[in-house]
């Protein structure tokens, strides 16, 4: 499990799934050529986050923010047992609650859950199938939910239509009355609050940790993949508004490349984290 130390606060990684994944799958028009491309501008992409042969190293999992009181789990992946339209992703039955567990983190010690967004692979874990019915998986937890994200999913068809992902792992939430909504800029604690960072979607907030004069950012999915920060530019076929997100990494990425800020990217794969510098038109990720 990756670990990083920002003052007195921790931050664990529980990954669910750490695959290779061809760019097409989030950058319509991007070939795996387009990607090695891409690679050959920005050395730095590999080896970790672009394999030789063009495709992206992309993680799934959740971050534990730790300040010895509060137990914050940021994105829940996607869960055990639910019917999903990516068959990849389609009723798994994996080990995450028991590897939580193994780090130190059994479900009943987890005190808030925050979803960055409310997207299939961000909230899986947000409930659990417990006798044919879905129950909340941290039932000591405060769900906290950006109030706007919240409402458009709440009328909105999910990404795949036949994904029931707001039925089956967010309204059952807000009906066993652990729910909060929250504004983008919320404040959870002392150490941590939420930078609006919308584009991918309505309500998009991305998760700040400041500590004894550090800090830390959780991106969620306004970037992907760290060709996203050498390219500010390019947008995934995933956002709510492409425009809107290249406007949001504009707007922040500035403020986070101050070569001290560790930018730990929620998709990016192993070693996931590190800081930001400008590079050209546009940033370096370095490890």
């Not at 991007?30 to 030789?52: Q, S, Y």
């Not at 479900?107 to 909340?136: A, F, K, M, Q, Y």
């Not at 730990?264 to 984290?273: L, V």
Request: contains cysteine; aromatic residues 8%.
């Amino acid at each position: 499990m990756l670990s990083w130390t920002i003052g007195d606060v921790t931050i664990t990684s529980i990954p669910e799934s750490v695959t290779p994944t061809s760019p097409r799958f989030m950058y319509a028009d991007l070939t795996k050529e387009g990607v090695l491309a891409r690679a050959e501008a920005a050395p730095w992409l590999r080896p970790h986050f672009v394999t030789d042969d063009g495709y992206l190293l992309q993680t799934i999992q959740c971050l534990i923010i730790d300040n010895g009181t509060d137990r914050i789990a940021v994105d829940t992946c996607i869960g055990n047992d639910k019917e999903r339209h990516n068959e990849l992703w389609a009723n798994l039955d994996g080990p995450f609650l028991d590897d939580m567990a193994a780090s130190g983190y059994p479900v009943e010690s987890i005190t808030h859950v925050v979803c960055t967004h409310l997207h299939v692979d961000h909230v899986g874990w947000n409930t659990r199938l417990l006798d044919g019915e879905w129950v909340p998986t941290f039932p000591n937890a405060r769900y906290l939910f950006e109030a706007a994200e919240f409402e458009h999913w709440k009328n909105e068809p999910s990404l795949f239509e036949d994904d029931d992902v707001f039925g089956d792992s967010v309204a059952p939430i807000n009906a066993a009355g652990l729910a909060d909504m929250v504004t983008s800029d919320h404040r959870v604690n002392d150490q941590v609050h939420f930078q609006p960072t919308p584009g991918h979607t309505p309500g998009h907030i991305s998760v700040v940790i400041e500590s004894a004069g550090q800090k830390a950012i959780i991106t969620g999915d306004m970037a992907h993949n760290p060709m996203q920060i050498a390219d500010p530019e390019l947008s995934s076929m995933f956002d709510t508004d492409q425009d809107a997100a290249r406007v949001t990494r504009k707007r922040v990425f500035p403020g986070w490349a101050d070569g001290e800020t560790l930018v730990i990217g929620t998709h990016f794969g192993p070693p996931t984290a590190g800081t930001m510098r400008p590079d050209g038109n546009g940033y370096r990720l370095e490890v």
